[in-house]
């Protein structure tokens, strides 16, 4: 597993990513002081975003119904638990925008060639009891089945 997503593992098949960018900020107050520098305050934690990039091959290995359970928890607002393939939980993050463009279209409409890209960006953690986990499972059961 390279990256789990809520309900959806990120995996080198069918549902595969092949780059992965982080990018995380400190919010610190700037405030001046007589004589001196001005001074700096620790605000908290900034924001942190993680953008995901990869390809789908869906008429060969599959990978539709992982891309469609991403997007349904965007489109619901969720908030997802993110870890990474080493077992690092990366925090809580909600997808900001998914793209995926499908080339190569077969006869269905759906590309043979399809590229994803999805943007999340880190919230606040939500004291959850863990079942907020199991609608997605459920809902990506029903994609798959």
């Known amino acids: 597993m390279l990256y789990m997503i809520g309900a959806v593992a990120v995996d080198t098949y069918p549902f595969a990513f092949d780059a992965v960018s982080r990018s995380g900020s400190a919010d610190i107050a700037f405030k001046p002081l007589l004589n001196g520098l001005k001074g ?7 924001d942190d975003t993680l953008s995901m990039r990869g390809q789908l091959l869906p008429a060969k290995i599959g990978g539709l119904p992982q891309l469609e359970a991403l997007r349904s928890n965007m489109n ?11 077992g690092v939980r990366l925090g809580t993050y909600m997808i900001v ?3 995926d463009n499908h080339s190569e279209l077969l006869r269905n409409g ?3 060639i399809v590229r994803v890209s999805v943007s999340l960006k880190k919230v606040p953690a939500q004291q959850s009891t ?16």
């Open 40 to 46: 700096a305050e620790f605000m908290g934690e900034g």
């Open 130 to 145: 863990g079942l907020q986990v199991i609608p997605g499972l459920l809902q990506l059961f029903n994609l798959l089945g």
């Open 110 to 112: 759906i590309g043979a």
């Open 76 to 86: 619901q607002g969720a908030a997802l638990p993110v870890m990474r393939g080493d």
């Open 97 to 99: 925008s998914l793209r």
